[in-house]
């Protein structure tokens, strides 16, 4: 088949090339996307039958091989005590799918759960994943009424909800008669207990790269939620190059104390583990107190800059507690300098940021070996391309801000059932338009600045709040800022500065803080007015969420005529 399929590409290449003379100037978008065709089949030309032939493994293969390999090496422990082998884990996956098979379900099946954090939830997934059924992870905050929209959207043959969700939703359930729902809760054992009592199904579904393996919705900055459509060919490519770029082996322990239903916890840190062969010290919740005692046991850790902060903020954090850690990871929120260079004072550690998007999985890192730059995100991963452009898609030089923009095998293959939102965010030759503001230095490091969506207009001005939060969080007194824009009158947008205080240091004035600006920064982009916190509003992934400051202080400067 790999063979058919290699001629086929042969011909459709030279067809290709044969033609492109023949077409005007103003076909050259058209061009564009033929090129990025003829090129896919080049690079398959460049490849050795035999290693396109290896690639038809694919992923729930190699994690099933892993699974025979490392048998009776511990995979999960619990941070309740309780000890998970791989063949244990293996075992109650295949449980789990006997029972979805029992239900009805087959590939392109699809489930929603809305559950805590478990074993057993990581077995459904594992379940769903060697059947081709399509795994649907939901926030465990949603409400009944966002729930309403991601069931009438996805339309999933089965729901999975923890106990105090199903209660929340029992009314909600009753507009859905035809969807079948059970709880899995780690209290509630009911249903665990009927399924470790079924046959193992130990069949692997005959799948493709390219087929759907899960559905993750976007956290909904800009309106509803998206769901991103991930494939087999994206998990396997990125959980790959991950456990080479930073350096996973069998020896490694892995602090996990992050949610699964998020591309972070589920994806990212999952994966590295069941690749490599190693082991996760599995925290249903981040708590500093109990993995402060839990880290000597560990050796490496991923977390967002919340975890990390929060760590800093516990006087028995430091290098002993340390000790036998080689790699602390961040992600999913952008670490500022001061936790960056407060780590490294305390455990003499630098924290290794990296960048991905639900839509993309891990894009760049920072390196395992070389410079980890503070407010840099590191260089692309091996086989991405990424590079910055302006809005009309012109290709900006290095340190040029523009848009980034990225293609590779980790990229999604759109999203679901919104097929113009899908060609919009992506351009002809098959890069994917992030959305987020970067520039590329002469050696591909990329440094973030926000979101496009975050840019305000003031005056006429572009103003990009990054800019602007990267000087204020430098200065004394200040633990952390959100800039935003808010309406006004004159201006359109003016600047409004959410700022943190550092406890330990006295409040500083905002004249004071105007006149540390002036000295880095243009007039019109100082903020209007500042306001101080207790503390940020944030999603579950530490994310600051400025949508709901900026619908908080919508009218601040109505209020102050």
């Not at 009927?194 to 976007?218: G, P, R, V, Y």
């Not at 305390?346 to 990296?354: A, F, G, K, P, V």
Request: charged residues 25%; negative net charge.
């Amino acid at each position: 088949m790999t063979r058919i399929f290699k001629n086929l590409l042969i011909s459709l290449t030279f067809f290709f090339l044969i033609l492109k003379p023949c077409y005007s100037i103003d076909e050259l978008d058209a061009i564009k996307y033929i090129e990025n065709v003829g090129q896919k089949a080049i690079d398959i030309l460049k490849t050795p039958i035999d290693n396109l032939e290896k690639r038809e493994l694919l992923f729930e293969q190699m994690l099933n091989d892993n699974f025979d390999k490392y048998s009776d090496n511990i995979l999960i422990e619990e941070d309740k005590g309780k000890s998970w082998t791989y063949h244990d884990v293996k075992q109650l996956t295949f449980h789990f799918s006997s029972f979805l098979k029992k239900l009805g379900l087959k590939k392109g099946s699809k489930i929603i759960i809305q559950a805590e954090k478990s074993v057993y939830s990581v077995c459904l997934y594992l379940c769903c994943l060697k059947s081709g059924i399509i795994y649907v992870p939901l926030n465990t905050a949603y409400t009944s009424n966002e729930m309403s929209y991601f069931i009438n959207n996805v339309e999933p043959q089965l729901i999975f909800l923890s106990n105090n969700k199903f209660d929340e939703h029992k009314d909600l359930l009753l507009d859905f008669p035809n969807i079948k729902t059970f709880i899995l809760d780690t209290e509630n054992t009911e249903l665990t207990d009927e399924i470790s009592e079924l046959k193992e199904d130990n069949n692997i579904e005959e799948l493709d790269e390219n087929d759907i393996a899960s559905i993750i919705f976007t956290s909904g900055t800009t309106g509803k939620s998206k769901g991103a459509m991930i494939t087999h060919r994206n998990l396997e490519s990125n959980g790959n190059a991950l456990v080479s770029a930073w350096g996973f082996n069998e020896s490694d322990i892995l602090i996990h104390a992050l949610p699964i239903f998020h591309v972070h916890g589920l994806f990212v840190a999952l994966h590295t583990i069941l690749l490599s062969g190693s082991k996760i010290i599995f925290f249903q919740k981040f708590s500093p107190d109990t993995l402060i005692k839990r880290l000597p046991d560990a050796t490496v850790m991923m977390g967002v800059p919340t975890y990390y902060s929060r760590l800093l903020s516990k006087d028995n954090f430091n290098k002993s507690t340390c000790k036998n850690i080689r790699l602390f990871i961040s992600g999913s929120a952008p670490l500022t300098d001061n936790v960056f260079l407060e780590f490294k004072k305390r455990t003499d550690h630098n924290i290794l940021e990296r960048y991905g998007m639900s839509e993309t999985g891990m894009i760049t890192s920072n390196p395992l070996n070389g410079d980890r730059i503070a407010g840099t995100v590191g260089f692309a991963l091996p086989d991405i391309d990424i590079r910055v452009s302006d809005e009309t898609g012109q290709i900006l030089p290095s340190d040029s801000r523009g848009i980034v923009e990225v293609k590779g095998p980790n990229v999604f293959s759109g999203y679901w059932r919104l097929e113009e939102k899908t060609k919009k965010e992506f351009r002809l030759d098959g890069f994917f338009i992030t959305g987020d503001i970067g520039k590329l230095n002469y050696e591909g490091r990329l440094t973030l600045f926000g979101r496009s969506t975050d840019m305000l207009i003031s005056g006429g001005y572009n103003i990009y709040p990054k800019e602007i939060e990267l000087i204020l969080d430098e200065i004394e007194g200040i633990q952390e800022s959100a800039v935003i824009g808010c309406p006004h009158d004159d201006l359109g947008e003016a600047v409004v500065a959410i700022l943190i205080s550092n406890k330990a240091k006295d409040i500083i004035s905002d004249d004071s803080i105007e006149e540390i600006l002036l000295n880095s920064i243009a007039k019109f982009k100082c903020p209007a007015r500042y306001i101080w916190l207790d503390e940020l509003p944030r999603n579950a992934m530490g994310k600051v969420q400025k949508k709901v400051l900026k619908e908080k202080y919508s009218k601040i400067f109505k209020e102050i005529k």
